[in-house]
């Protein structure tokens, strides 16, 4: 690309006929070039204004004109970067400096879903940004500099404006204009000290993993796409600002808590993006503190890897308590929320569904699938109306309780006090995961006077001992509920539940910001087509009724730790590198039969083409 091409130099308006040749048979102009180009002049070569110079001058004093919207120039600590955008789209450059004093440039156009594409050497408004790009090294010439500030006043003028008539203004900018034009064609093209090498003949595509550069000087306007490098220091103080301004934001009341229970506070995990229900439920919780029966329970439902178990403790993070978690299985009891007893000597846990046998009580599924029955049996007479089985579980669990603790009366059991127990009795916070997987739906009402805030909320302990929950206790419940394997929890729960919230799968721009974050995975147009691959799975999955796998940030997350890891050897990350890490970080576990998966080949194939060898 020729930088100082002379060819159709045409202004408008008012400077329509402004001259821009200038030659030494023109007596008495009063016209010097540049220091640079005197000998030549004084030889009888004429100077030309260069065809570009009067817009880039006005870019880089801050004027936008015709479709351009806004520009950037900056110096780095490798060259320099300029932007220009038109319309949605950016134009970026990198003028780099080779170790030879050589510069070189990477450019490309970005449009406004971050979608990269080359441009080429005889593109003009690249050639405006490639002088754009160099106006600091222009101007770090003292002449050219004094040159520049002459006609500082001149370039905010519009070429309309009256102000070019009087006082022969347009004389005098037009030599100024070609004197600074005349010194920038000289040290770009002589054979000076002063020369500026730079080869424009081919251009590399810049990626968006070249945007964020170590920023030395900022000369004008706002980045659009550029963004200066964090050192990790100043990244982890800044992470680390974050997470200690959110964190005990939402306290609800300023409770002391010893060594033992600080160690246990919840704390942001680094690089954590906080998603909108976080600070929400966060706010509900907190503000609700003032009234008769605080919200205090929040169930979180959606599939794997969307967040739920890390907002668990965002929130416990928020508000800034001791916490702890239990994760759940099909084969969970009740004891396995309340604690364990052992039989003195032992290692074997008192089995609870043995004492309730021996009492001949109702089980939670009796009292679940048939009410009416259970409470007669439990109570031994009919009930009035039509019983609450949620009330019948807590009484026959306090039977079982007040029997265990008859039978530990001489010290012949040890109980074991829960996560969820301690709790409740401390005023902690604690994640009970997968509730959804737990066969017995009747289980987990038994758990719904610990679910009550206010006057109700009491328990009892196989000690005999009734606690009340602390009203700082929060308890947050997950589960995968469209997966196989889960049941839907019971009405007297779930109505207990003072906030439900579907975490749906990241948004595509959440999941692209998390993964650069977590990982700063290097090629940013690839990672858009691996999360394009990702929710054309789900959808897909969803679609055909493929419900036995799991397809989610998770999946993407080993994928593109796979993805690096195998890149590693090669230097560059390939299509053909994508599409072997998919099949066994993402494919193998959308779905666990062989021919769904093959169903759902497409998905992956539409972005990234299986290799020959495959």
Known sequence: ?????????????????????????????????????????????????????????????????????????????????????????????????????????????????????????????LKVLVMLGLMPLFLADQEAANIYSAMSDFLEWDENADDWMYNNHILDFAVLLNRFSSNVEARLTFTIPEKIEIDTDSFSMLKLADLEVDIVKEYMGTPRKFRAKATPAAKAAEEKEKASDFEGKYAYSQREFNEDE???????????????????????????????????????????????????????????????????NPNTEIFDFIGQVFPNGEDTALSYEAVRKELNLPSTEDIVNDPSSA??????????????????????????????????????????????????????????QEIGCVLRPGVAVGLNALLETGANSYITLPTGEVIKKHPDCTLIFTSNDEYDGCSNLNQ??????????????????????????????????????????????????????????????????????????????????????????AINTVMNKVSQHEEYVEELMSCLTCQFAAPNNI
């Not at 329509?16 to 640079?36: E, H, R």
């Not at 178990?309 to 993070?317: D, K, R, Y």
């Not at 003072?498 to 090629?523: H, W």
């Open 375 to 432: 409470y007669r049996l439990l109570y031994g007479k009919e009930p009035e109306n039509y019983p609450d089985e949620g009330q019948i579980i807590v009484d026959m669990m306090e039977k079982v309780m007040q029997h265990i603790s008859k039978m530990g009366g001489g010290k012949a059991f040890t109980y074991v006090e829960s996560g969820l127990i301690r709790a409740a009795r401390m005023g902690y916070g604690f994640e009970i």
């Open 1 to 125: 690309m020729n930088l100082v091409n002379f060819d159709n130099v045409t202004f408008a308006g008012r400077l329509a006929n402004m001259p821009t040749i200038f030659s030494s048979m023109q007596k008495g102009s009063g016209y010097v070039p540049s220091k640079y180009y005197q000998d030549r002049y004084n030889k009888g070569v004429v100077v030309r204004t260069m065809d570009v110079i009067y817009e880039v001058l006005r870019i880089y004093k801050g004027n936008t004109f015709g479709s351009l919207i806004s520009a950037y120039c900056a110096e780095t600590k490798k060259g320099y970067i300029a932007e220009l955008q038109t319309g949605t789209d950016v134009l970026v450059i990198h003028i780099l400096r080779k170790k030879d004093g050589t510069y070189y440039c990477k450019a490309s156009s970005i449009d406004e879903n971050d979608v990269v594409t080359k441009v080429t050497a005889d593109n003009c408004p």
């Open 492 to 581: 007297s729960v779930l109505d207990r539940m003072a906030l439900v919230y579907r975490i749906p799968n990241p948004q595509k721009e959440v999941m692209k910001t998390r993964i650069m974050s977590r990982l700063n995975f290097p090629d940013v147009s690839v990672l858009n087509r691996m999360i394009d691959v990702i929710y054309d799975l789900s959808a897909a999955a969803k679609e055909k009724d493929i419900t036995d796998g799991v397809c989610g940030y998770r999946a993407l997350e080993n994928w593109c730790m796979a993805t690096m890891i195998k890149a590693m050897d090669t230097g560059c990350i390939t299509d053909a590198i994508v599409y072997q890490t």
């Open 262 to 328: 600080k160690a246990l506070v919840a704390k942001l995990p680094t690089g954590y993006i906080l998603p909108e229900f976080v600070p929400e439920i966060c706010n509900y919780f907190q503000k609700s503190t003032a009234f008769p029966a605080p919200m205090r329970v929040a169930y979180l439902i959606g599939p794997a890897g969307t967040g739920k178990t890390e907002g668990a403790n965002a929130i416990c993070a928020g508000i800034g308590l001791p916490m702890s978690h239990y994760t759940c």
